[in-house]
Each structure stands twice: as C-alpha cells, then as structure tokens.
Antibody
C-alpha cells in the first residue's frame, strides 16, 4: 500500500511563499496523478491542483496564479509552492494519489500537515 | 467556488440505514460517472469509501454503497455502527475551471 507523507514549515509569514514536500513510499509514482488538497480549520476540502508523474500539471483556476506543483520521481517526491500567502491560506495541506479511472480524484491520502500563516 | 450541496448533518441509531445526498449540476455530478465519497474522523485524513459513483475499495465494509441519479449522488450506510460517526464528503469532476469540486461535508451522528 502506497504511503504519502507531507513535510515542511508549519508557520509561514504573510506575503511569503509556502513550500511543502510530499514523499511517496511503498509504490511507484509512474502512471499516476499526484494531488494537493487543503482544508482550513473547521471547514471543507479544496482541491488545489495535480501533477502527472511525467510533469504535466492542472490547477484550480482560483489558485492558479499563485500555485506551482512539481515532481522529482528520482526522489519519489511531489512539491507544492503557494506564493503571496495570507491568513486565508491557513489550512491542513494533504497530498494524495489520484484514482485509476478518475485520476484527478484522490484515492489515497497522506496524513496532512497544518500550515499557519501568521506574522 | 460553487460546492456540491450536502446536508450539514444526518443522524441515525445503531443498526439503521442512512443516506447522504450530494447534489450538483449537469456540469459536474450529472455529467461524469466520477463521484467519490470520503470519510473523515476528527483530526484524521479523509479515507475513500466509494469511487466511480458506486465502487468500493478493498477493505471498505459492504455496508457502504453509492449511487447516482441525474445530478444527485448518494451514499448509503446500512447497519449503522458507532465507528461510522464522522464527516463525509463527496467530490466530482467538473467542467468548470476548478476541475474538481467537493461537497461541503455532512456530519453523521450515530445516536
């Protein structure tokens, strides 16, 4: 069973860039999409974007101007960068693997990492 | 961003069945056979319970079932158990620029 683990700073200052890493273990990254999703405290889920193992990306248009997702298959890692953050970007950030038939919908999630935007 | 519409809360007694609805439009739920349902316990990551409208991943109890009619998808849990108490979210592809849309979530209480 593939496992995903998010890592990165838990505190980011307003206007700075949030950078997270997702490390994949127990399975291959090939032929899958890899997804970032976030959940503000006490609120629902928001799809941020995804990347195919080969590097092609799709982003939520509401965040597209600030988001960059990249991949390093040699290290089994996916990266998320979100620029110009505000308090509204405070959330638990999850990485997930996409499904087989619906690759943009997550079927296997990491445990998540809370990122707080505050000075 | 327009979310899929779910009831804020549902409840049931142990052993009963409940159904959670997820209503969208022909641009999302009604237009694709790609609806997933997730269970989330407090402080935990979501877990997929149903994918592709009605398929159950291995290891998920057959008490969980999914269906779709028109623009509304449904998750049914039969033989309710205390461990089923959690938040449940649906999601779907959408033809809008957001690509994927989630429901607002439903809190299931087992009385």
């Amino acid at each position: 069973q593939v496992q995903l683990q998010e890592s990165g700073p838990g505190l980011v200052k307003p206007s700075e860039t949030l950078s997270l890493t997702c490390t994949v273990s127990g399975g291959s990254m090939r032929s899958y999409y890899w997804i970032w999703i976030r959940q503000p405290p006490g609120k629902g889920l928001e799809w941020i974007g995804c990347i195919y193992y080969s590097g092609s990306t799709n982003y939520n248009s509401f965040l597209e101007s600030r988001v960059t997702i990249s991949v390093d298959t040699s290290k089994n890692q996916i990266f998320l960068r979100l620029s110009s953050v505000t308090a509204a970007d405070t959330a638990v950030y999850y990485c997930a693997r996409g499904g087989v038939n619906a690759p943009l919908l997550p079927d296997n999630w990491g445990q998540g990492i809370l990122v707080t935007v505050s000075s | 961003q327009s979310a899929l519409t779910q009831p804020a809360s549902v409840s049931g007694s142990p052993g009963q069945s409940i159904t959670i609805s997820c209503t969208g439009t022909s641009s999302d739920v009604g237009g694709y056979n790609y609806v997933s349902w997730y269970q989330q316990h407090p402080g935990k990551a979501p877990k997929v319970m149903i994918y592709d409208v009605s398929n159950r991943p291995s290891g998920v109890s057959n008490r969980f079932s999914g269906s779709k009619s028109g623009n509304t998808a449904s998750l049914t849990i039969s033989g309710l158990q205390a461990e089923d108490e959690a938040d449940y979210y649906c999601n779907s592809y959408t033809s809008s620029s957001t690509l994927v849309v989630f429901g607002g979530g439903t809190k299931l209480t087992v009385l």
